[in-house]
């Protein structure tokens, strides 16, 4: 059981890149979320899948896309890097979208030049 | 979603009680509290969750008072290892309404525990 798995863990693009973050969950989960965190700050939901075949925007998407690829997996995308985009993306999941607890997985570090 | 205000930092000693404090004036009717615990380069944690008076578990306890426009994480006898960024995280229940499960990190309380 290795609960959130993410990859890459570390990863640098050039302005204008794209790229996929990998996300899957061995919890039979149904609702899965993505997070940015910047340095010293908080975590900002950027989109978050209420089950297999929805997903819906969360506070900062601009720049992103995700896929819920199937109930394990939920990819994020970024189509043109931009330095902003600089950051730490942590995925989670969770048994339900109700304030339950939420299984983080240890984060993709993202620099974008 | 409620908007959850607590201090920036804390400092304390190891053997010590902490109470970290968290406000939420507009928390709703359906709204929980959770509580988790972020060490540097990793993933929150989760330590503890309630809804109204007291919540104890092996990690913590968690005060609420009885209008719930705050809380209270308690942390008895912290040790090194208890150094990380906590946050406080006011949520809804709602499962289907389009705004369900959109739970808000602030910037955390991060507590330096010394020697």
């Known amino acids: 059981n290795a609960g959130v798995t993410q990859t890459p863990k570390f990863q640098v693009l050039k302005t204008g890149q794209s790229m996929t973050l990998q996300c899957a969950q061995d919890m039979n989960h149904n609702s899965m979320y993505w997070y940015r965190q910047d340095p010293g700050m908080g975590l900002r939901l950027i989109y978050y899948s209420a089950s297999e075949g929805t997903t819906d925007k969360g506070e900062v998407p601009n720049g992103y896309n995700v896929s819920r690829l199937n109930k394990r997996e939920f990819s994020l995308r970024l189509e043109s890097a931009a330095p902003s985009q600089t950051s730490v993306y942590f995925c989670a999941s969770s048994f339900s979208l109700r304030v339950e607890t939420q299984y983080f997985g240890p984060g993709t570090r993202l620099l974008v030049l | ?115």
């Not at chain 2, 939420?24 to 330590?47: E, L, M, V």
């Not at chain 2, 994480?73 to 006011?90: E, G, W």
């Open chain 2, 1 to 115: 979603l409620a908007k959850t205000t607590q201090p920036i930092s804390m400092d304390s000693y190891e053997g010590q009680e902490v109470n970290i404090t968290c406000s939420h004036n507009n928390i709703a009717t359906n709204d929980y509290i959770t509580w988790y615990q972020q060490f540097p380069s990793q993933g929150p944690r989760f330590i503890i969750q309630g809804y109204k008076t007291k919540v104890t578990n092996e990690v913590a306890s968690l005060f609420i008072p009885a209008d719930r426009k705050s809380s209270t994480l308690s942390l008895p006898r912290v040790s090194l290892s208890d150094t990380a960024v906590y946050y406080c995280l006011v949520g809804d229940l709602a499962v289907l309404h389009t705004n369900a499960g959109k739970s808000t990190f602030g910037d955390g309380t991060t507590l330096t525990v010394k020697p």
